[in-house]
């Protein structure tokens, strides 16, 4: 069936430290992944985005890795700062003859100071 | 962060009575769309619009009616709540066209509760 999941629904870091959130989905045919940071009382804010010709794409502090022979996808965060604490959300979309976006449930992410 | 408005942010009403969300967006994108958020659950897409008086259900449409006269603005509807629709409701816009794959940014949402 169609899944957009994430391996840990809760991931504690030290500040400074990398972060790692990853990511599974089900259907092949998904062409375009996208991963959301959400805060409280908050709408979901754009991070960053892969399309499934490229397997690596780095913003700021940020990098996204797509392993497409696994169906699988990671977010990296360098240097983890209490700003980065958040849920998490990954969402596949494909084209299905007509629209359709699917997203995880979330991995809420702790940043220790 | 792009322009999206939700209101009211916050509603509490009870069964059977009528509600309506209103999004309104300032970046005259073409698509927006309605999604409802709970818990242990991702977004879920109730409804979306491509264009003015252009819209077509989503997943969890049932119980929800949608409509979109001017391109700014996006009403959610529902016309006789009841306690499953209490959710957290949010808005997206994105430019572009659907079927090339472009980020949907979000609005702040409207927590609704139904008693």
């Known amino acids: 069936g169609e899944s957009v999941g994430l391996h840990l629904p809760t991931l504690s870091v030290q500040e400074g430290d990398n972060s790692i959130i990853n990511c599974a989905y089900s259907n092949s045919a998904s062409d375009y992944f996208i991963w959301y940071k959400q805060e409280s009382g908050k709408g979901p804010q754009f991070i960053i985005d892969i399309r499934s010709n490229m397997d690596k794409r780095q913003g700021q502090r940020v990098t996204v890795l797509l392993n497409k022979t696994v169906k699988h996808l990671s977010l990296q965060i360098a240097a983890t700062q209490p700003g980065d604490s958040a849920v998490y959300f990954c969402a596949e979309s494909r084209n299905t003859g007509g629209f359709k976006t699917i997203f995880g449930a979330g991995t809420r992410l702790f940043v220790k100071a | 962060d792009a322009g999206i408005t939700q209101s009211p942010r916050h509603k509490v009403t009870e069964t059977g009575t009528p509600v309506t969300l209103r999004c309104h967006q300032t970046e005259n994108h073409r698509y927006m769309y309605w999604y409802r958020q709970d818990p242990g659950h991702g977004l879920r897409l109730i409804h979306y619009?491509?264009?003015?008086?252009?819209?077509d259900k989503g997943e969890v449409s049932d119980g929800y009616s949608v409509s979109r006269s001017k391109t700014e603005d996006f009403l959610l509807t529902l016309e006789s709540a009841t306690s499953s629709q209490t959710s957290v409701y949010f808005c997206?816009?994105?430019?572009?066209?659907?079927?090339?794959?472009?980020?949907?940014?979000f609005g702040d949402g409207t927590r609704l509760s139904i008693l």
């Open positions: 997206a816009i994105s430019a572009g066209q659907l079927l090339s794959n472009q980020p949907q940014h």
């Open positions: 619009s491509y264009g003015v008086k252009d819209t």
